[in-house]
């Protein structure tokens, strides 16, 4: 199933819902950052839930969502643009654990105990920041309580990974059904007892269901109107002028300081793992012009 992201609107429109497929987009960061099973389903997770609150993001507008607990993977932040392309890291991508009680992937003793910070600027007016504390490490119980928190709706949220023996990702998605204010607790009850029946999202994916599926399969019964589908892909708009402008950044002296005592400099992007090989030659071209700056 290809990536793609859903948004829609429920029960008369009192309930918003989004759903997502990026089973191709947590493939390529679990490629790029090599990452066991359990930091690639907390990253994968992350990534889904980054995107599903990218709901209202417009031309230069973003989304960062960072997770920071206490746990063995220490951080985890992801990045969404307005035009879906999503990219993230975990800042101990090889950090694994044994398998939990229910013989789960550990997610939530691997993220541990810290915030969830979410900063978004949907591209006109002001950005918005907010966080809570993480409540399981879990990432969907933490993205419902910051919604609960921070926009005040009632939510579910469910995000999952399916990763396989092979260590490669087999499914990763997500869907959240956002109570807008105003919704009658008749909805919360009936939304309740369907979410009794349904499978887990990374199972429905596996099994190949689509975004529009996912909503399916929570809501069934309830009349949904689909808004909007989108691609929805990996990307890290790094490149070497964005770095070159990073290395400038640092000023002469330090820059100085590198070309003799290095010769060179190799700048890695935290977001996808590009090596960037900057000369001899080329940190001189780059002191000569903040020089002239
Ligand atoms: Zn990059």
Redesign the pocket.
Known sequence: MADEIVRSLAYDGQVRVSSIVCTEAVEEARRRHQCSPTAIAALGRSMASTLLLSWGLKGEGSITMRVFGDGPLGGIICTADADYHV?GYVQEPQAELPLNALGKLDVGGAVGQGELYVAKDIGVGEPYMGSVPLVTGEIGDDVASYLMTSEQTPSVVAVGVLVDTDYHVRAAGGIIIQALPGAGDDILDDLEEKLLHVRPVSTLIDEGADAKEIIAQYLQGVDVQYLETHEVSWR???DRERIAALLKGLGKEELEDIREKEGHSEVI??????RYLFTDEELTALIEELAQE
């Open positions: 990219r890290c708009n790094c992007c935290h977001f996808c793992n590009e």
